[in-house]
Nanobody, 125 residues
Framework: QVQLVESGGGLVQAGGSLRLSCAAS????????GGWYRQAPGKERELVAA???????YYAASVKGRFTISRDKGKNSLYLQMNSLKPEDTAMYYC???????????????????WGQGTQVTVSS
């Protein structure tokens, strides 16, 4: 049973920073390609950032230059460093991982096989 557990969310003032972490556990599982999604109340879930097995990355236009996705294979973890946070970044953030045999970037929710429960990020103005 694969589990993804996010941490690092919280309340921060505009302009501040947070670092989200996602730890994977369960049988033989390795995060080769993963991503971070977010969903604000009344809005659709959107892809914020993704990373491929080779280290290639994708960022949504709204976060490019402010957010950085990274991965530590040794710790089987995924991270999202968020800087210069804005009130519009307020949302529930979800970690997602593709199956170990899928190495490329995932752009659609159905391309991810494993999801965390989410961590709330709230940015005050």
């Amino acid at each position: 049973q694969v589990q993804l557990v996010e941490s690092g969310g919280g309340l921060v003032q505009a302009g501040g920073s947070l670092r989200l972490s996602c730890a994977a556990s369960g049988s033989i599982f390795s995060i080769n390609a993963g991503g971070w999604y977010r969903q604000a109340p009344g809005k659709e879930r959107e892809l914020v950032a993704a990373i491929s097995n080779g280290g290639g990355t994708y960022y949504a236009a709204s976060v490019k230059g402010r957010f950085t996705i990274s991965r530590d294979k040794g710790k089987n973890s995924l991270y999202l460093q968020m800087n210069s946070l804005k009130p519009e970044d307020t949302a529930m953030y979800y970690c997602a991982a593709r199956r170990p045999s899928d190495y490329g970037l995932g752009y659609r929710p159905h391309e991810y096989d494993y999801w965390g429960q989410g961590t709330q990020v709230t940015v005050s103005s």
